[in-house]
């Protein structure tokens, strides 16, 4: 998938971060962080650039990727505030607390274009898949809210599963009952997520297909 982004280069003190986000705003995504269950909600666009910039963040190890979402169109379904999302690879160190300075800082962004490799997502979507069946071998994506942001900070393998999730559901989304009429559809979701100690319900981010209107325009494929 090639990709158009924006890229920063913050400083704080003398450090220099790499922060990119999408060149267009996804207008029709929008997410609501779990509390315990949240959902992300879009139409194909919106979900097939967010599982491209899941895949650009499994190969970004020293990147920081902001996908805003809180201006995106407000969807008529669902519940909660809406909230940006950032993904960070958790070797890169960054804590949560120092974003809301960062976010200050992204001024003068300059055109990036990369392109993904949909191959390597794949496989190694399939590498976390096979290491959850092996006790101890978890790699999960740890999150925390703060600023109105959701925060996932991973690894190279759990960033892709989300990837491969996320295609997922911009490919079979536009196939489900009711679309046609604006209904969203539970489609797949992001599994990986690492779940508080002593039970209780699962925090869960249900990922879901909605066409955005004038649904006349819409077709399944």
């Not at 962080?33 to 499994?58: N, Y």
């Not at 190279?156 to 046609?180: D, H, I």
Request: net charge positive; aromatic share 8%; proline share 9%.
């Amino acid at each position: 998938m090639r990709l158009r982004l924006r890229e920063y280069r913050p400083r704080t003190g003398p450090h220099e971060h790499r922060v990119v986000q999408p060149w267009q705003p996804l207008r029709h995504t929008s997410l609501r962080a779990p509390a315990p269950i949240g959902t992300l909600m879009g139409d194909h666009d919106g979900l097939d650039r967010l599982a491209g910039m899941f895949s650009f963040a499994a190969y970004s190890r020293h990147t920081i990727v902001h996908v805003p979402l809180r201006d995106a169109v407000p969807p008529d379904e669902g519940q909660g505030p809406l909230v940006d999302l950032v993904l960070v690879h958790e070797t890169l160190g960054l804590r949560a607390s120092r974003w809301p300075e960062l976010r200050r800082r992204l001024r003068q962004g300059t055109p990036l274009t990369v392109r993904t490799d949909e191959a390597r997502t794949a496989r190694d979507a399939a590498l976390w898949r096979a290491r959850q069946r092996h006790a101890g071998r978890r790699d999960e994506l740890r999150h925390t809210i703060r600023a109105h942001t959701f925060f996932l900070f991973g690894n190279r393998e759990a960033f892709a599963e989300s990837a491969m999730s996320l295609a997922y559901a911009a490919g079979w989304g536009p196939r489900q009952k009711n679309v046609t009429s604006g209904h969203a559809a539970l489609v797949s979701g992001l599994w990986g997520l690492a779940q508080p100690p002593g039970g209780g319900h699962p925090v869960e981010v249900l990922v879901c297909f909605k066409a955005y209107p004038p649904y006349a325009h819409f077709r399944r494929p």
